[in-house]
């Protein structure tokens, strides 16, 4: 085999092309920098060692730049999978040695359920999830983090897995605001989220492709300040909650001790993780493969976030995904292929063998507050409004999922919320179009006559069927025939299936009582435009077989043989 054909297609073109590199080395050197708070935050999110956020930020990133679908996507620790995390292992003590165990099973069962589905080709799968309720599920998500953290800035435990957990925590505790942590808390939180949100003006001195880096320093700013501050003032005598020291170096690959027990308990969780992984990162993934111009397949994106989680979880991390948030933070510093992510990884190894000891002293509430002024952001606003100006079914899926995902907690959400959407595509099914149409002037094109100044004839009904027929519209699609052609004028019913794809049993008894229905009135049914697929189906059945009509090409074709004298029907 030769060596070319184990490269990725990007570092062929490397190879080719080295010039290319040069801008993905510094942008892979700042990432490193930008994205160690992040991880250290969402690790501390998740409920684990905040160690665990700099171990998913190296090799399963390295693992998904050389595999996965998409050649400037940046994964790694995310908001979204951290607070998953931390839902799934609600029963156990966050910290704790099985806790941390717990979590490594997790990425090792998404892992293993991602690269399943993308062996199996299941990437399809993405289609199923209504924009609405990712957007709604991601926006619940998002405020959930909000509310997760506010422990950490006011320095009060509190549950926060659910909007009535934090109502019986904060109902319950007797435990008061702790003032220093609060001060520092809601200080670094008031000024992250002036400079990211207020980025004109505060930054709007600097030259434009200049402003989004200011806003990315200041965060750097802010943590080394505060990092500084702790020992200079001596935060932990105040009792703020510090980061303690770092281990050095990488973990030792190693498989935690489990029971088939803890690996059903865990899996309906896994699943649900596993869902929301693939989607956050399909979505960004597609869209960058479209904004660029090249292939995206949804099948490689799940075999390269199985490995990745996998390989997250044998280094000692946990869930990683694809974020918005990283995604564009890898664009805004000049990423052109994965190399940049590659070096970024490297980057962050280099932090953390060699420069680790400089980080302990952080106090959470800076984590927090880094959080709570990145995922702002994924309360998606812009799609609700969207949805409801345009579609809104989509937007009541948008609701229903956001509303149950804050009060009731993410798994609820996220399973009330694809019920929604079943529910949803089911009712429009169910729902179905049928339009009486006409000739339009001279043409032999035929339209809705609600809609169009379109000719009808006289003793002619043509029905147009605008969906495919099965069990869960059967009946209501022969009420509104019965209805529809219930007039003694007619004698020709014709039914125009050009947008029916599929006719299932309960559809074709419904063709076959309403064909007799017809008989009984004096009247016959014909069949038009019926496609390839469908045809072959009813070709054998009695629809076809028991027919009182005929079955025409075209509507056109009915037209003219209808509408004058025949001796042949």
Known sequence: MRVQNLLPHWVLQLIQHPRTALSDIPAGLMMAVLVIPQSLGYAALAGLPPIMG???????????????????????????????????????????????????????????????????????????????????????????????????????????????????????????????TALLGVSATFLLIISRYGEAMIWGWLPTQWRGFGNRFFVILIVALSIWLSHRMEFEQMQIRLLQPLPTGLPKIAFPNFSVTTLLDLLPSALLIALIAFISSSTISAQQARIRGEPYDANKELGGLGLANITSGAYGGFVVAGGISRTSLNLSVGAKTPLASIICALGVLMILLFLGRYLEGLPYAILAAVIISSVISMVDTKTFISAWQLDKFDAICFGITFFTSIIFGLNSGLVVGL???????????????????????????????????????????????????????????????????????????????????????????????????????????????????????????????????????????AVQSLTKPSTDL
């Not at 991602?114 to 990437?123: N, S």
């Open 419 to 557: 019920l929604a959407s079943f529910a949803a595509m089911i009712y429009r099914t169910h729902q179905v179009h049928i339009a009486i149409v006409g000739r339009v002037g001279d043409s032999e094109h035929f339209r809705n006559i609600e809609r169009h100044e379109a000719t009808t004839f006289d003793g002619l009904l043509l029905l147009r069927i605008d969906e495919s027929l099965y069990f869960g519209n059967a009946q209501s699609v022969l009420a509104n025939l019965t209805q529809l052609s219930d007039d003694p004028s007619i004698h020709d019913i014709v039914l125009i299936m050009t947008a029916v794809n599929h006719v299932d049993l309960s559809a074709q008894e419904m063709l076959i009582t309403f064909n007799h229905s017809c008989i009984e009135r004096g009247q016959r049914l014909h069949l038009a435009e019926v496609k390839g697929p469908v045809m072959d189906v009813l070709k054998t059945s009695p629809v076809v077989e028991d027919l009182s009509g005929r079955i025409f090409l075209s509507a056109n074709q």
């Open 54 to 180: 700099l171990y998913a930020a190296i090799a399963p990133v390295i693992v998904y730049a050389w595999i996965g679908a998409s050649s400037v996507s940046s994964i790694g620790p995310v908001a979204i999978t951290a607070i998953m995390t931390a839902s799934a292992l609600t029963g156990y003590a966050a910290g704790s040695l099985q806790y941390t165990s717990l979590a490594i099973i997790l990425a090792f069962m998404v892992g293993g359920i991602l690269l399943i589905a993308g062996l199996i080709r299941l990437g399809w799968i993405m289609q199923f999830v209504s924009r609405g309720v990712a957007s709604g599920f991601i926006s619940g998500a998002a405020v959930l983090i909000i509310f997760s953290q506010i422990k950490h800035i006011i320095g009060v435990p509190l549950n926060a897995d659910s909007l009535i957990d934090l109502f019986l925590s904060v109902y319950t505790s007797t435990q008061p605001i702790h003032l220093p």
